[in-house]
């Protein structure tokens, strides 16, 4: 009996055991979750996972951002400066200088050959050719030559000082009664117009910035034409002239009508107010009628606004004789009243003055001594033979 309830004990612990064995795993299995469709349907939040962390990586570091570039800002246009141009005192001081380095062997020539002993025909035969290679011409030779045996007798004895005579009578020769004044001022209020004309490369864009400064320094009001629309070149370097000493430029379109662009600027400048208007027109062969034809009509466009108070014929005084050809043309088609020596400083040419206004009737208004901005300088006759003779 005792054995039975033994074995009734031990069976009723095994069942209560394994009962709960199944309740603790019955707890523990988790509850499949719905499908990924009905969490959304349901409006459930879908989280993404957490980063995964490296443990060993020590603490989390910044987040650099990539650098942001600025954008490039460019600094604001300075205004150009403008240039003062030099005074006419300083430009004659200079002419006298770069005269007196380039032209001195013709007068030191000439000062050797009147300073011996005696006078002799060989003598006066070698004074002719000096004077005839400066391109003096040959009937102003002559008459200085004439000029010199009274003067100076021919047995030698003094009749004053060689270098005083010679210096007088080249004087005489270039002429200092003639008006070598800028006739830059108008009528009735209306601007004065300088009309600069030449040949190709003789130096007239050059000329008409070189003018400009001349009338700055004076404190004068100026515009200037860029009636040469042959080349964009010239038109572009007349605007840096202008620009380097605050002087409005009128130009065109490239192969335009000059004379359109010549009446623009008058008109510009009577409407501004300015003192002066001065046209740069393009460089044309004495030879060629039509070219020629052209010229005459942008000075007649021009005069329907204003006088056209200034014709200036550049010349190049390397090209001597040839230049005095050129000189006839155009005096003929714009009436010139006066003369631009461009290059004297590199010549010995010097007395090609004498020869073109002898030919023209018309002064030598200015001289060009170089390359700088200021080597144009308003003619002196005592200054230049002074020059001449060293």
């Known amino acids: 009996m005792e054995w039975l309830y033994l074995v009734i004990g031990i069976a009723v612990l095994g069942v209560l055991a394994v009962v709960g064995l199944v309740t603790t795993r019955g707890r523990r299995t988790p509850t499949a979750p719905p499908p990924l469709d009905e969490r959304t349907q349901s409006g459930t939040d879908v989280l993404a996972p957490p980063p995964e962390v490296d443990v060993?990586?020590?603490?989390?570091?910044?987040?650099?951002?990539?650098?942001?570039?600025?954008?490039?800002?460019?600094?604001?246009?300075?205004?150009?400066?403008?240039?003062?141009?030099?005074?006419?005192?300083?430009?004659?001081?200079?002419?006298?200088?770069?005269?007196?380095?380039?032209?001195?062997?013709?007068?030191?020539?000439?000062?050797?050959?009147?300073?011996?002993?005696?006078?002799?025909?060989?003598?006066?035969?070698?004074i002719e050719d000096v004077?005839?290679?400066?391109?003096?011409?040959?009937?102003?030779?002559?008459?200085?030559?004439?000029?010199?045996?009274?003067?100076?007798?021919?047995?030698?004895?003094?009749?004053?000082?060689?270098?005083?005579?010679?210096?007088?009578?080249?004087?005489?020769?270039?002429?200092?009664?003639?008006?070598?004044?800028?006739?830059?001022?108008?009528?009735?209020?209306?601007?004065?117009?300088?009309?600069?004309?030449?040949?190709n490369g003789a130096g007239k864009t050059t000329t008409v910035g070189k003018i400009a400064r001349i009338l700055v320094a004076e404190d004068r009001t100026v515009t200037l034409g860029a009636a040469d629309t042959f080349r964009a070149a010239a038109v572009d370097q007349l605007a840096t002239w202008g620009e380097r000493v605050g002087v409005e430029v009128v130009r065109g379109p490239e192969g335009g009508d000059p004379a359109s662009v010549a009446f623009e600027a008058v008109k510009n400048g009577v409407e501004q107010g300015v003192g002066t208007v001065i046209v740069d027109t393009a460089g044309r062969l004495q030879n060629k009628a039509g070219l020629m034809d052209e010229l005459g009509k942008v000075k007649r466009v021009i005069e329907k606004q204003a006088r056209v108070t200034e014709v200036l014929l550049v010349l190049d005084a390397t090209t001597g004789q040839n230049?005095?050809?050129?000189?006839?043309?155009?005096?003929?088609?714009?009436?010139?009243?006066?003369?631009?020596?461009?290059?004297?400083?590199?010549?010995?040419?010097?007395?090609?003055?004498?020869?073109?206004?002898?030919?023209?009737?018309?002064?030598?208004?200015?001289?060009?001594?170089?390359?700088?901005?200021?080597?144009?300088?308003?003619?002196?006759?005592?200054?230049?033979?002074?020059?001449?003779?060293?």
Do not use: C, H, Y
Not at 131 to 145: F, H, K, N, R, S
Not at 347 to 356: C, D, E, F, M, T
């Open 323 to 390: 230049g005095l050809i050129q000189a006839r043309v155009f005096r003929d088609v714009v009436d010139v009243t006066g003369i631009v020596l461009t290059k004297l400083d590199g010549s010995a040419k010097g007395g090609i003055v004498v020869a073109v206004q002898r030919e023209l009737g018309v002064p030598v208004k200015l001289v060009g001594l170089g390359e700088g901005p200021d080597d144009l300088a308003p003619f002196d006759a005592g200054a230049f033979v002074d020059a001449l003779l060293g």
């Open 56 to 126: 060993d990586a020590g603490p989390e570091a910044p987040v650099v951002q990539p650098p942001v570039e600025a954008p490039l800002v460019e600094p604001p246009a300075e205004a150009p400066v403008r240039e003062r141009p030099e005074s006419t005192k300083s430009r004659l001081v200079r002419l006298r200088e770069r005269l007196a380095g380039s032209q001195g062997g013709f007068g030191r020539g000439l000062l050797a050959l009147l300073s011996r002993d005696r006078l002799d025909e060989d003598t006066w035969e070698s």
């Open 131 to 199: 004077l005839l290679t400066a391109d003096i011409g040959v009937a102003p030779t002559q008459e200085v030559v004439d000029n010199l045996r009274t003067r100076l007798r021919v047995d030698g004895a003094e009749a004053g000082d060689p270098r005083a005579v010679l210096r007088d009578e080249l004087v005489k020769l270039v002429d200092p009664s003639m008006d070598r004044r800028l006739q830059v001022s108008g009528d009735d209020g209306k601007p004065g117009v300088v009309l600069v004309v030449g040949v």
